[in-house]
T-cell receptor, first 122, second 111 residues
């Protein structure tokens, strides 16, 4: 079974500064996906960024980028130019890669870490 | 394009009762996954439905059951509620194994 560990329960960052959230995972699979989701106080889980394990290039989405180290099983999220609206819980998640017909092949559920609470200081 | 919606937003039940939570998937999606998120924890996978059939289940007892309808909306049913069932229940829809998009959740309180 796969496990996801987020070792920083809480982090804080000054507005306009950069912060990095850490995530490590354990798996015996070679092909998989990694995600960062954001959950603000409104509770809705919002996709921030996605990384495919077979792609060596790190994913970026505007101010959000990842540092994916496959050999080290590490997947950190960097938020640049932090904004007040970035304050939220951030969850790292793992999912096995698609291998064929979805039906009968088992589900492709997300395995989440326990989350990191990010505060942004004005 | 409408996103994932869930109803109700909040629900209060007493121990031993039964509850039904509802989820409407995003337009074009045929797969629904349900997660339970206890306070201060990450979501835990309950089960997934693909084209109206259960397609995988997490470590939850049989009193957690579900349905998916021809329009791909879904229900989560929990029988014989226990205090530990108090949590945020999240529904996520996807097109098969593509990225999952979440609804706003249903907060269930069991007294």
């Amino acid at each position: 079974a796969q496990t996801v560990t987020q070792s920083q329960p809480e982090m804080s960052v000054q507005e306009a500064e950069t912060v990095t959230l850490s995530c490590t995972y354990d798996t015996s699979e070679s092909d998989y996906y990694l995600f960062w989701y954001k959950q603000p106080p409104s509770r809705q889980m919002i996709l921030v960024i996605r990384q495919e394990a077979y792609k060596q290039q790190n994913a970026t989405e505007n101010r959000f980028s990842v540092n994916f180290q496959k050999a080290a099983k590490s997947f950190s999220l960097k938020i640049s130019d932090s904004q007040l609206g970035d304050a939220a819980m951030y969850f790292c998640a793992y999912r096995s890669a698609y291998r064929g017909n979805l039906r009968g092949a088992g589900s492709y559920q997300l395995t989440f870490g326990k989350g990191t609470k990010l505060s942004v200081i004005p | 394009e409408t996103g994932v919606t869930q109803s109700p937003t909040h629900l209060i039940k007493t121990r031993g009762q039964q509850v039904t939570l509802r989820c409407s998937s995003q337009s074009g999606h045929n797969t629904v996954s349900w997660y339970q998120q206890a306070l201060g924890q990450g979501p835990q996978f309950i089960f997934q439905y693909y084209r109206e059939e259960e397609n995988g289940r997490g470590n939850f007892p049989p009193r957690f059951s579900g349905l998916q309808f021809p329009n791909y909306s879904s229900e989560l049913n929990v029988n014989a509620l226990e205090l530990d069932d108090s949590a945020l229940y999240l529904c996520a829809s996807s097109l098969a194994t593509d990225t999952q998009y979440f609804g706003p959740g249903t907060r269930l309180t069991v007294l």
